[in-house]
Nanobody, 119 residues
Framework: QVQLVESGGGLVQAGGSLRLSCAAS????????VGWFRQAPGKEREYVAY????????DYADSVKGRFTISRDKSKNTVYLQMNSLKSEDTAVYYC????????????WGQGTQVTVSS
């Protein structure tokens, strides 16, 4: 099955940048969409952005639009989340997830990577 591994999290000052990576392995040909989600302490998990694996089209939550950019390198089976102008409210564990062709939910999830923005 598809496996996802996130990396790139860390501690950054407000206004700074980080780039998260989500490396996929296994039968990646079944992937339709890859999304990024985040969960802050005491809060529900929230959607951040997604990219269509094949077409490359993207979508963003309003809270990150204009600051975050999702992209993918199909040759490396990797999806990136470039995060600029970070704010303290961006502090969370970030997860990537993959949705199969024909599925209505995200079928595979990574283990998450911590992003902490200090003010």
């Amino acid at each position: 099955q598809v496996q996802l591994v996130e990396s790139g999290g860390g501690l950054v000052q407000a206004g700074g940048s980080l780039r998260l990576s989500c490396a996929a392995s296994g039968p990646t040909f079944v992937i339709y969409r890859v999304g990024w989600f985040r969960q802050a302490p005491g809060k529900e998990r929230e959607y951040v952005a997604y990219i269509h694996w094949s077409a490359g089209s993207t979508d963003y939550a309003d809270s990150v639009k204009g600051r975050f950019t999702i992209s993918r390198d199909k040759s490396k089976n990797t999806v990136y989340l470039q995060m600029n102008s970070l704010k303290s409210e961006d502090t969370a564990v970030y997860y990537c997830a993959a949705r199969h062709i024909g599925s209505i939910t995200y079928d595979h999830w990574g283990q998450g990577t911590q992003v902490t923005v200090s003010s």
